[in-house]
């Protein structure tokens, strides 16, 4: 009897480590911010119903996540299986074969109840190249108590002159409120996100049909004045360091009348573990003037994989659940509905419970009025709102947000700033053989 057990225990022991050594492994590269922290938190649900699956965590701060990720990609090095990315690097990685397709994930993910104005970023040539985790666009998020001080209603649509007379009225320097803060701090993802939509809805474009740079043209002149306007008038001291991280403490802080900034801020401000405001806070449309387009931006945060992954499969499971409306309910369940990683499904905004949170309507609305396949007033050769989905943008957008933050810090006109902006862009282009 004694030999039998011991026999059995042995046969046991030999299927669990045959068990072990076939279960494939999903490495996953990601940004430490809170929703994919909670992911993580949360993959138990995940392991119990892929049991044949481990999950192996990189998780790095933004750009340098982006440093990893880009190299990897592009040498084929096969590091990760599964990638967080944003709609920035989706078309064009894409485009260069560098993505596998998520066209046959199974039938209840219902591909077709993500939110199209997200869908379309993540898609190249008809086909689901990166699913989204979180989508976000702009909006405005002010102050009630201060506006009706200022015997003013916010518009739930305001257009960019309302948005300098509510900055003038509730401005008050000598108590440190400031009427309106925005992105100063130089970047193709901080101050040039902000300063890329809002001049969308002045009509102007990074670049011709021809991919000619328009910073020499009257709506650009126009964008660069007003925001410099603004900010120097009725905005905080020192704002051309101030990125969202900086102005959303200024707001919980009470120190901002206004904050256009991303929606998936609405949970922050509205916090009242965090905000001393939290209880005061509306929201509205990002402005516009008249011309069809809003000054609000498009994001998502995807989860995509690699053509030089190992696992596609495994990673294919992963990608599935974690951006499924399970893994919605999942996180309702155990964090509540605020918490509930937004912008990416319209079932979630059919839900009634979903539909209680505060800011649920206008991020949807936000969302809708981004059109990345159609960005500008005019037409332009590049997908992208905030971005133009081109390789060279991360450079050419980080030098011109330098070039504009210092006209912000007091170094250089708008004029000259804008002139350089044109030069310097002009100069790219034509070394990648855009333009002549």
Known sequence: MTVSIRALLGATAVCALTAAASAETVTIATVNNGDM???????????????????EWVTLEENVLRERVTTDIATG????????IGTYEVPIWGA??????????????????????????????????????YGE???VMYRKDLMEKAGLTMPDAPTWDFIK?????????????????????????ENMAFLTAMSNSYGARWFDEAWKPQFDSEAWKKTLTD??????????????????????????QGKCGMWIDATVAASFVTNPKDSTVADKVGFALAPDNGLGKRGNWLWAWSLAIPSSSDAPDAAKAF?????????????????GWANVPPGTRTSLYENPEYAKVPFAKMTLDSINAADPIKPTVDPVPYVGVQFVAIPEFQGIGTQVGQIFSAALAGQMSAEEALSQAQALTTREMQAAGYVQ
């Open 96 to 133: 260069a074969g560098w993505l596998v397709a998520l066209d046959d994930l199974p039938a209840d993910y219902d591909a077709d109840d993500l939110l199209p104005a997200i869908r379309n970023g993540l898609t190249v040539d008809g086909k689901l190249l990166a699913a989204p985790f």
């Open 319 to 335: 990608v599935a659940w974690a951006t499924s409306k399970d893994y919605l309910a999942l996180v309702a369940e155990k964090e």
């Open 227 to 252: 925001y410099l306007e603004l900010m120097n008038a009725y905005g905080p001291p020192g704002a051309s360091s101030n990125g969202f991280n900086e102005n959303l403490a200024l707001f919980q």
């Open 165 to 189: 007379q509510a900055a003038a009225a509730m401005t008050d320097k000598a108590g440190e409120v400031y009427g309106v803060c925005l992105r100063g701090k130089a970047g193709w993802g």
């Open 77 to 84: 090095g096969g590091q990760y299986d599964v990638l967080t």
């Open 37 to 55: 922290i909670r992911m993580q938190a949360l993959t138990d649900d995940f392991k119990a119903k892929h049991p044949g699956i481990d999950l």
């Open 137 to 139: 666009s702009s909006m």
